[in-house]
């Protein structure tokens, strides 16, 4: 049973990435998927929300615009679509499941709310030129 975070890197201001983030051992597409992101010295900080019916979605006011969260769950994997990246964006990003939310709603944000407890390794995104 695992979560894994893929697709970081080094991009240019501007540039675009998307992230994946693929199940092993369970289905995606049962709960809420979180993405989250910490960056060097500062707290933990919600991206995203994609409900298990893909019918809502939810971004923190930081990527509202620029970025995109969506399933593909004939692969079992959600993804992150980041555009228009700046350096502030310069993170390590992690996938987390809920174990029991299959909508995001209002307080996505907060994990304990969501019961996002199942968490994958992160993957770096560095934006600089």
């Known amino acids: 049973v695992q979560l894994q975070a893929s697709g970081g890197g080094l991009v240019q201001p501007g540039g675009s990435l998307r992230l994946s983030c693929a199940a092993s051992?369970?289905?995606?597409?049962?709960?809420?998927i979180g993405w989250f992101r910490q960056a060097p010295g500062k707290e933990r900080e919600a991206v995203s929300c994609?409900?298990?019916?893909?019918?809502?979605?939810y971004y923190g006011d930081p990527v509202k615009g620029r970025f995109i969260t969506s399933r593909d769950n004939s692969k079992n994997t959600v993804y992150l679509q980041m555009n228009s990246l700046k350096p502030e964006d310069t993170a390590v990003y992690y996938c987390?499941?809920?174990?029991?939310?299959?909508?995001?709603?209002?307080?996505?944000?907060?994990?304990?709310?969501?019961?996002?407890?199942?968490w994958g390794q992160g993957t770096l995104v560095t934006v600089s030129s």
């Open positions: 051992g369970f289905t995606l597409d049962d709960y809420a």
């Open positions: 987390t499941q809920s174990l029991s939310r299959r909508r995001c709603t209002g307080s996505w944000y907060l994990t304990s709310f969501m019961d996002f407890n199942r």
């Open positions: 994609i409900s298990s019916s893909d019918t809502s979605t």
